[in-house]
C-alpha cells in the first residue's frame, strides 16, 4: 500500500519553474530515499509535500486522502513529520524543551511524557542531558535532538532532509542507524540525502532528481550498482 503518491507535481517560485512532473509513491513501512545536488529541488519538494510550498499543478496524496490543498499544522496532524536541513534548533531553550515542542499541536501534547520516554530510550544521551542548552551540544548531537523532536508527534511518515550534512563519519553512521531502527518498527521513512553511498545501503527504494525532474529510480540496491549512479555520484 502506497502511504504517499505524488501524482505530476509542477511547482515554481513565481515565474522560475523548480520541479518539473514530478511523480513518485511511497509503500507503507519502507526507506525510501531522494538523490540530488545542491539545487536540484530535493528540498522544495519537502516544502510542497508539508504544504509550506502549493503546487501549481499535480496532486499529493496521503493514505488515499489528496493532502496538496491543506495547511502544514492539518498535514501535521495526518501524521507527516518533517525534519528540515539542519535541524532547525531553539538554541536558547533545553534539550527537554526542544523536544516538547515537537508536541506542540494540542492533538500531540496531552501525550508528550510518553513522547519523551520514548524518546530518552531512542536516544539516551538526550535524557542524560535534558536540562543542556540545545545550543552547547555537539553537531551529531544536535542532530540527533531533531530527530527526536520530528518524532514527538508520533508520525507513520517521517521526512528526513539531509539527515548527516556536517556530520563525522562516525555520527553519520550513528544516525542512520537510528533511521533503521524507526523501519524496523514499522514507520516509513522519506529520505532526502546527498550521501549516496549510505543512502542506498539502507533504502527500499530510491528517486534521482536533476535540474527538477526524476531522471532515475529503482531499488536501492541496484541504484549502487548503477553505472550512471557510479559515475555522477560516487566518482567511480
Known amino acids: ?65 489528496r493532502i496538496d490543498n491543506l495547511s502544514s499544522d492539518k498535514i501535521i496532524e495526518k501524521g507527516i513529520s518533517y525534519l528540515p536541513e539542519g535541524g532547525r534548533l531553539y538554541p536558547d531553550m533545553t534539550i527537554k524543551e526542544n523536544l516538547e515542542m515537537g508536541a506542540y499541536h494540542r492533538k500531540f501534547w496531552s501525550s508528550r511524557k510518553e513522547g519523551l520516554d520514548r524518546m530518552y530510550k531512542l536516544f539516551p544521551i538526550l535524557e542524560e542531558r535534558k536540562k543542556q542548552l540545545a545550543k552547547t551540544m555537539s553537531g551529531g548531537e544536535r542532530q540527533m535532538l531533531a530527530m527526536g523532536r520530528a518524532l514527538m508527534s508520533n508520525p507513520t511518515l517521517c521526512l528526513f532532509d539531509e539527515l548527516s550534512y556536517g556530520l563525522s563519519p562516525v555520527m553519520a553512521q550513528a544516525v542512520f542507524q537510528v533511521v533503521k531502527q524507526l523501519h524496523s518498527e514499522g514507520i516509513t521513512v522519506f529520505l532526502v540525502e546527498q550521501n549516496v553511498h549510505q543512502t542506498l545501503e539502507i533504502a527500499d527504494y530510491a528517486y534521482v532528481i536533476e535540474n527538477g525532474r526524476i531522471v532515475k529510480e529503482g531499488e536501492g540496491h541496484t541504484l549502487l550498482e548503477d553505472d550512471y549512479i557510479r559515475q555522477a555520484y560516487l566518482g567511480m
Not at 502511504?3 to 513565481?14: A, I, P, Q, R
Not at 529541488?41 to 516544502?47: C, Q, R, V
Not at 509535500?49 to 496521503?62: C, N
Open 1 to 65: 500500500m502506497a502511504t504517499l503518491e505524488v501524482k505530476g507535481v509542477n511547482v515554481s517560485y513565481g515565474k522560475m519553474q523548480v520541479l518539473w512532473d514530478v511523480n513518485l509513491s511511497i509503500t507503507e513501512g519502507s526507506i525510501v530515499a531522494l538523490l540530488g545536488a545542491n539545487g536540484a529541488g530535493k528540498s522544495t519538494l519537502l516544502n510542497t509535500i508539508t504544504g509550506l510550498l502549493k503546487p501549481t499543478s499535480g496532486e499529493i496524496a496521503f493514505n488515499g486522502e
